[in-house]
Nanobody, 124 residues
Framework: QVQLVESGGGLVQAGGSLRLFCAAS????????MGWFRQVSGKRREFVAA????????FYGDSLKGRFTISRDNAKNTLFLQMNSLKPEATAVYYC?????????????????WGQGTQVTVSS
């Protein structure tokens, strides 16, 4: 089992940047592919980005590549999401998730472990 705790969310103006963190504990972090998802109240959870166990393979949700960057530090058991040029529609609770696989996935149902989420609010 792995425990995940997100941090780094907050309020930012449109055009600004935020860096989210996901600290992992428990089982070996490097055994898990990781993903970031976001959710607005009343809507389905949306895929943001995913990264392979080694960090060598990444992919992103539509229209996010180029502005969002997912990365990981296996030595520090930490997942990151750098978000630049933020838009108000990025406002959501952001979750990190882990799956016991080599590659990440855009399907939320394929992730076994989830953090509690961190709120990101982008003001216009």
């Amino acid at each position: 089992q792995v425990q995940l705790v997100e941090s780094g969310g907050g309020l930012v103006q449109a055009g600004g940047s935020l860096r989210l963190f996901c600290a992992a504990s428990g089982r070996t972090f490097s055994m898990y592919a990781m993903g970031w998802f976001r959710q607005v109240s009343g809507k389905r959870r949306e895929f943001v980005a995913a990264i392979s166990r080694s960090g060598s393979n990444t992919f992103y949700g539509d229209s996010l590549k180029g502005r969002f960057t997912i990365s990981r530090d296996n030595a520090k058991n930490t997942l990151f999401l750098q978000m630049n040029s933020l838009k108000p529609e990025a406002t959501a609770v952001y979750y990190c998730a882990a799956r016991g696989s080599i590659l990440g996935s855009s399907e939320a149902g394929l992730y076994k472990y989830w953090g509690q989420g961190t709120q990101v609010t982008v003001s216009s």
